[in-house]
């Protein structure tokens, strides 16, 4: 399947560097999410993009930075991360005000700081 | 707080039993659910959805779920599991018709065993 991209798939980095996931969608959609896995815990909803504009940012720190160049892309730029932002980030895409609204993910980045 | 529960954590089942995975919300007004499921090694796959109509609903791989309003719940049923449905299991809600947070419980992890 090929809706939701996601590159890098794994990345290791140490809490000095600076990286950045990035995340395509190919299904025309016009909402753009990241989203956190972490290990016996909800998936937590980070950012949301929607026409490109950021309408939601939840109490992320900001050592996580988001980017939407347009409705296909998102970035999530990182620097000065901690041990315990190590987790599985997810994208997702879904067309907002429409009635069957649904959400599909990328395969995800496992992201390991150390 | 508000919050989707999962009972579950971990279940475990022989190939052709049944399966029924509870879902709690906590919600009040309009919601629209769904169940995810993260087959080992993949991403975020939509096994089914309900926004509205008959509270029974039916998804991919035989799996169905049922919408029970007055106890505020999404429980998830196969009546004869496979093997290949090991994987972790993901109720979801979203809040509102145009709201854009999908809200998670903590997933279930199911081992069928041959």
């Known amino acids: 399947e090929t809706g939701v991209t996601q590159t890098p798939r794994h990345l290791v980095m140490g809490m000095t560097n600076k990286k950045s996931l990035k995340c395509e969608q190919h299904?025309?959609?016009?909402?753009m999410y990241w989203y956190k896995q972490s290990a016996k815990k909800p998936l937590e909803l980070m950012f949301v993009y929607n026409f490109k504009e950021q309408t939601e940012n939840n109490s992320v720190p900001s050592r996580f930075s988001p980017e939407c160049p347009n409705s296909s892309h998102l970035f999530l730029h990182l620097h000065t991360l901690q041990p315990e932002d190590s987790a599985l980030y997810l994208c997702?895409?879904?067309?907002?005000?429409?009635?069957?609204?649904?959400?599909?993910f990328g395969p995800g980045t496992r992201l390991l700081v150390l | 707080a508000q919050s989707v529960s999962q009972h579950n954590h971990h279940v475990i089942l022989s190939e052709a039993a049944s399966l029924e995975l509870g879902c709690n919300y906590s919600?009040?007004?309009?919601?629209?659910l769904f169940w995810y499921v993260q087959y080992p090694g993949q991403h975020l796959q939509l096994l089914l959805k309900?926004?509205?109509?008959?509270?029974l609903v039916k998804g991919i791989k035989g799996f169905e779920a049922e919408f029970i309003k007055s106890k505020f719940s999404f429980n998830l049923r196969k009546p004869s599991v496979q093997w290949s449905d090991t994987a972790e299991y993901f109720c979801?809600?979203?809040?509102?018709?145009?709201?854009?947070?999908?809200?998670f419980g903590k997933g279930t992890s199911l081992l069928v065993t041959p």
């Open positions: 299904l025309g959609h016009n909402a």
């Open positions: 979801a809600v979203k809040v509102g018709v145009s709201g854009y947070a999908l809200n």
């Open positions: 997702a895409s879904s067309q907002v005000w429409t009635s069957l609204e649904t959400q599909y």
């Open positions: 919600y009040g007004g309009t919601v629209n």
């Open positions: 309900y926004f509205s109509g008959d509270p």
